[in-house]
């Protein structure tokens, strides 16, 4: 390896920069680098390197540098997205689960109950309803799904709301 640089290397980088080397150059400076070792070097390395780069353009497009910069930071919206609404889908799917397990209960009490719906609509009075309120203590066992079958529907509802909520996507 020489330090020292030939006299006609600027011409040599400047034809293989061009695109010039070897056919449009001049014949003397083709003669030259067959017997300069440093110039013969030289365009071996600079053919070596522009033939892998043109192989590596080939094989991995570059894209603008807009548009690789609109994609990061569509992905990380994204990812600041999805840990924002993690929370909610958690509260979306525990209102599922809510809504579900208060229909397999309802499904159980029915079938327990022999699915008789008209017997206990008519049983079903308002007026029993402000007895178990005044605490008669006798009635109070009797009277707890009046309580109960409210409440069960209340909460219902509401995991049923909450889960509406949490799906609808403005």
Known sequence: MTFRS???????????????????????????????????????????????KRESLQESPAGSPGLLWWR???????????????????????????VLLMAVVFAVSQYNHGLHWAVWWAGLEPARFFLFLSGDSARQDTNLLLLIIPGLGVLALLSGLAAYLASEKS
């Open 6 to 52: 030939c006299a006609y290397e600027k011409e040599v980088g400047q034809a293989l920069k061009d695109g010039h080397w070897p056919e449009g150059c001049a014949p003397e400076l083709r003669v030259h680098v067959g017997a300069c070792a440093s110039c013969s070097d030289f365009v071996l390395v600079t053919r070596s390197f522009q033939h892998a």
């Open 72 to 98: 990061a930071q569509l992905r990380r919206r994204n990812a600041a997205a999805e840990r924002v609404s993690r929370p909610i889908t958690i509260a979306g799917t525990f209102a599922w689960i809510m």
